[in-house]
């Protein structure tokens, strides 16, 4: 009769069990649970050797798979944006928080007459601008919100131009009937023109509507409290819905929606610096 078995790790230990993958008999010590049986160190050991670590994903990466490229860039903008302001609002001696008295936002903020003097880059440049700390959490938490479903359905530079032309229109109706000499920021009207944006999608879709309009309603009412861009957000949700319209008739026909897109960004931009406005009272 043949001697048992021993473990091939420590021979003065009998066993009768042995490895799934090399067959060697292995004590209890040595028996690692595999999805079958019972596999030895070494075995084990080699296996894992071959597998890969996962790599940790950077941050911007991830934020860039779950929120959509621009949708991250943006509010990576706008952030950086601020910070900016705070910094330069600290060099002439005011709190960061203060980030408006700064000369940064000065220069940059839009204020129609100093874009009648010349300023053209205030028309945009105000959109990425913010009063405060309140301002830019509650418009980088609403475009977090709304901006990865509309950068899904659009695509990213359809989304992208859809924001821009919003902060256009917006800024366009400012310059047409806003008080000339006050400074106005933010990124609401391009906000105002996503949720149009949306609810166009939706329209063309035959969703309902319901919960976007009643949505839509709040903010409207909450435009008309003290200190809150009115006109702003109504230009900024008429460009919206215009230019999603442009997009949705002429879906079949890439040439067509660039050039709907162009025309209305002439469009705006001819209203903003050709139409006079009521600055021109001013004698300016």
């Known amino acids: 009769m043949p001697p048992p078995a021993t473990c091939y790790r420590h021979p003065d230990r009998p066993t009768g069990i042995r490895c799934t993958r090399c067959d060697r008999p292995i004590c209890p010590e040595c028996m690692i649970p595999a999805s079958v049986g019972f596999q030895c160190p070494d075995d084990v050991r080699a296996g894992n050797a071959g597998v890969r670590a996962a790599r940790p994903v950077p941050r911007w990466t991830a934020a860039r798979r779950r929120f959509g490229p621009v949708t ?79 950068e899904r ?45 949306l609810g166009v999608l939706m329209l063309a879709a035959r969703q309902d509507l319901r919960g976007l309009l009643t949505l839509l309603a709040i903010n409207v009412v909450i435009s008309f409290l003290p200190g809150v861009s009115l006109l702003g957000h109504l ?42 406005t009521p600055v021109a009272g001013l004698g300016l």
């Open 153 to 197: 359905r659009l695509g990213w530079a359809r989304y992208l131009a859809v924001y821009l032309l919003s902060a256009l229109g917006g800024a366009v109706v400012i310059q047409l009937f806003g008080e000339p000499g006050r400074a106005v920021a933010g990124a609401s009207a391009a906000l105002y023109g996503l949720l149009g944006a």
């Open 235 to 276: 230009g900024g949700l008429v460009a919206g819905v215009l230019a999603t319209g442009l997009l949705v008739l002429t879906r079949r026909r890439g040439w067509g929606q660039a050039a709907g897109l162009v025309a209305l960004a002439a469009v705006l931009l001819v209203l903003a610096l050709a139409v006079p």
């Open 72 to 150: 991250a860039a943006l509010v990576a903008v706008n952030v950086a944006v601020f910070v900016v302001t705070a910094v330069s609002a600290v060099s002439v001696g005011n709190p960061p928080l203060d980030n408006w008295r700064s000369p940064v936002f000065a220069e940059f903020s839009q204020i129609p007459v100093q874009v009648v003097l010349g300023e053209d880059w205030r028309l945009l440049t105000a959109a990425f601008l913010h009063i405060g700390i309140t301002h830019l959490l509650l418009n980088v938490l609403s475009l977090l919100v709304f901006g990865p479903e509309l």
